[in-house]
């Protein structure tokens, strides 16, 4: 059968209490999973989430990746229908500062409509959310699409053990689809599908000259300095008109195609508000390209730290002995992860002033950038299952941000993502007194439950 | 009378115990200028060396600061015999790590030819042993000039209460000549006569980007870089030639009399030594000036310290939200300390980055640079004094550090300053287990001695 959107809202309705009753069940878990003190706690989660899902229907189980297990749970559908995977994650970011909570993070506590707790929205909200949307559809007989549910615990530190697993796991985690609901709304609320992740690799290098921080008027025209070498070095990164100066790290990028810029550009930038929520004029990035286009379809190359010398109150005169320079870069289609860093990396050997040794401390790629394509018949299926759960239009977004992970289980499955999540600024993701309002959560679950009726032909719809 | 070289050799020799005594006796005082906890001590160094001052034939008092009182002596010459001013200091460096000493710091003991405690040199040992010259010439009736004698409690921390106070002390510090005894031999042990100090200024400046640091996924080529802009400021105060970019700031620079630099050059400059002693090539600087020319004649501008976003282990992906960067510069004669504040100021301002912020958290001058003339009379005096007491040839050298108060002394004085000191890089000064040797102290004895009959026309000498 079929289930309407009403279908699915009287379902949502009815069996709201258990459902409340179950998220708060998940959110007692302390899953911290950057702390060891909460391994045990990881570990029961997952446990949880392991029976959960099969007591809704899935063949589960956990999957050990030699730090935190995955949760897996799979489910076949009708022969011929298409295969779709879900990612979320059990872990959640640590609590501190507890005092700064109104209520105790790990004893989920209602405000209102909004469900405060660690993990509210990130992502356990937004994950049950959408299982809850698998349940409904499987107990109304109305699921054909195979289901692949994987849930890591690693996301908020890095996705160690997912990552180094997912190679092996290529076969069994095939599938046309990675749906994933981990993002958010655009910020004035209206439903967003996020049409590109960006890729990111990271470099971190020191300058060494003197074998100690040396007197800088004993020293001063004799010794060479670091500092000022780190501060040509980074500087040389860029051209006059903020585009990157690296010979060889642009290879590969197309231009984007016309039609995503113009939807891009249909999403207005509102310069205001980003003063407003940054405290700064959206300044960076290259002169006289739209903020849109900068962000959605240019890559970068920044600066996340720079460090040589005295830092300290005052002044110190001194040659500081070393710097280090702490660099990523942000990658779109057709940039080579790796191809990247080695043009990055003979960029700085090229550039290396007299007397001063480079180092390459530390270098490494986490997934190249990719785009949807906006003509794709699964982002007009999503954009069709948007509109009518909003009064505002959905938004293509192509984000400037990176999920790593999200890249890695594309590779590895072979499957087209989609991403669309109801998160909000409000939530507080990631700091004190982090909630997910009811609202939210049923957006969650009638978009999910729509959007897998969606992926398969029936009742003479258009197959997705 | 005069006091040939042997007849203070004799009295060195006949007084040394009681010598050697007394300067253990100072050495004693645990004058940490620095440190609160060592202000009483502090005041009985003062006490001590007044009463010393006095009972050596010295009109001696303390002159108060406002912070640590200076000791000054003053003794009148026959008419029309020149005036020497003579400088040194009392407070010592801090003697922490304490367990890293030999013997504790202020309990002076000897091995060998050597006094071991902090100070043994810098400065109780080298103006110890010039007070004891002034003591053994004044005994002997052979002490024409007009002796003024300062010495402070906070050289080692700034010079803070005689920099206040000197202005209003003009007048009776007016002197022909500033003695001062705290600087070294050349590395080869050659006595060396110190020909110039450069200035130094200092500024630091912050740049300010977002209210804090952003996500550089989310916001990388919309947010403006501070750890960018502040590389881009940083490297631009140069040229490729490592020339000083600002302009205006090298205006007044005269280019230094040849016979100057001639003379300079006459040192030659041992690299093999300095990549040995630093870690690092001579490669700072000009391109193409000799180094002993960059370092003596030649102002610079350091980045004493750059600092920007992250700097804890691995990678994180932020845009900082502000920079600092702290500067420096060695002046030479012609330069004025406060155009150059200004021109770098200037400079700065008009290279800031769209959206970035330009502060100058603080900025100063400590005293011009100065050089004297090799040709001068009291220079070649020195030199023949020097000639007698050592097997190698005495060196001049131009220094490129500052001694802020030297300047400011100078000035004040309006006097000439005569730098010769017998420290070496043997003595540790500043770290554990500073010493000062005998016959270090003898060679600052007899030049003190020789030096001061050789500043008054007597016997047919000529006056210098």
């Known amino acids: 059968m079929q289930l309407t959107r009403e279908d699915l809202e009287r379902r949502f309705r009815d069996n709201s209490a258990p459902y409340m009753q179950q ?13 060891p003190a909460h391994d045990a706690d990881c570990e029961a989660c997952a446990d949880w989430l392991c029976r959960h899902l099969a007591g809704i229907g899935f063949d589960a189980r956990l999957l050990p990746t030699g730090s935190k297990p995955v949760v897996y749970g799979q489910r076949a559908g009708r022969a011929g229908a298409p295969t779709v995977l879900f990612y979320g994650h059990y872990d959640v970011q640590p609590a501190d500062p507890l005092d700064a909570w109104t209520h105790p993070p790990f004893e989920p506590a209602w405000e209102g409509d909004r469900l405060y707790a660690r993990g509210a929205q990130d992502n356990k909200g937004q994950l049950f959310a959408a299982l809850k949307a698998f349940e409904t559809l499987i107990a109304a007989d109305a699921l054909d699409a195979t289901v692949k549910i994987v849930v890591e615990g690693e996301e908020e530190s890095g996705s160690a053990g997912i990552s180094r697993a997912l190679p092996e796991w290529r076969e069994f985690l095939a599938a046309d689809v990675l749906m994933v609901a981990d993002t958010g709304m655009a910020p004035n609320g209206a439903p967003t599908i996020v049409m590109g992740l960006r890729g990111v690799v990271f470099m971190n290098v020191a300058l060494r000259g003197p074998d100690r921080d040396l007197h800088s008027g004993v020293h001063g025209g004799l010794a060479p300095n670091p500092a000022e070498a780190a501060a040509e070095l980074a500087a040389g990164l860029h051209k006059d008109d903020g585009g990157i100066a690296v010979d060889g790290f642009l ?9 995503a810029v113009a939807a891009a550009m249909q999403a207005p930038f509102d310069t205001a508000l980003y003063r407003e929520r940054t405290g700064c004029e959206p300044a960076g990035g290259e002169r006289g390209v739209p ?24 002044s110190k005169t001194v040659i500081p002995a070393g710097a280090e320079i702490k660099l990523s870069a942000r990658l779109v289609p057709g940039q080579d992860p790796e191809r990247c860093l080695e043009a990055l990396a003979r960029h700085l050997a090229a550039r290396v002033p007299p007397g001063i040794r480079l180092e390459i401390l530390s270098r490494g790629a986490a997934g190249p950038g990719f785009r949807l394509d906006p003509s794709s018949p699964r982002v007009a299926a999503a954009r069709g299952v948007l509109e009518g759960l909003s009064e505002q239009s959905p938004v293509l977004h192509w984000e400037g941000a990176s999920i790593p992970v999200v890249a890695a289980l594309r590779s590895a499955a072979g499957a087209e993502p989609l ?8 939530d507080n993701i990631h700091a004190p007194d982090e909630s997910f309002s009811r609202e939210q959560f049923r957006l969650g679950f009638l978009y999910t439950g729509l959007m897998l009726q969606r992926l398969h032909a029936r009742h003479g719809e258009q197959a997705v």
């Open 291 to 314: 903020p849109q286009v900068r962000v959605g379809f240019r890559p970068t190359l920044e600066i996340n730290g720079i460090h040589a010398g005295y830092g300290g109150a005052g």
């Open 23 to 35: 998220w708060m069940e998940l959110l007692r878990f302390p899953s911290v999973g950057a702390d």
């Open 251 to 259: 290879d590969g990028i197309a231009a984007p195609p016309p039609s």
């Open 419 to 426: 991403l669309v999540g109801f998160g909000s600024e409000a």
